[in-house]
């Protein structure tokens, strides 16, 4: 297990200083036009919007992790739904700005 979650998660360009330059699931979630940070067990994806967009960035970023699960399970791997969470960060007045009735039942977070 150690190996196969090694082959998904590290670098296996000896060249490089991006750890997540040429992974699999890197290239996947650079391909939804994600920021990532990959971990051993855990996986950060962030990226940044205007209040005036957050509608469909919130469907990009709702869908995106059905299209990581989908991959996951493809290459034998499992995505955690139920620790699965959102979060919201901004300046108060930007927050003040977004439509929250438009969030799902996903777990949310606002700072």
């Not at 034998?76 to 439509?99: C, D, H, M, R, Y």
């Amino acid at each position: 297990m150690t190996l196969l979650l090694l082959r998904y998660v590290t670098d296996t360009n000896a060249h490089t200083n991006d750890r997540n330059a040429h992974t699999p699931l890197s290239t996947l979630i650079s391909s939804l036009s994600l920021n990532h940070h990959l971990y051993a067990d855990d996986t950060q994806l962030f990226f940044s919007f205007y209040p005036s967009v957050f509608d469909s960035s919130n469907a990009h970023l709702q869908d995106s992790p059905q299209k990581i699960s989908s991959w996951m399970t493809a290459n034998l791997l499992i995505l955690n739904s139920s620790k699965t969470e959102f979060l919201l960060v901004g300046l108060p007045q930007q927050l003040a700005k977004i439509n929250t009735s438009s969030l799902s039942s996903q777990s949310w977070f606002y700072f």
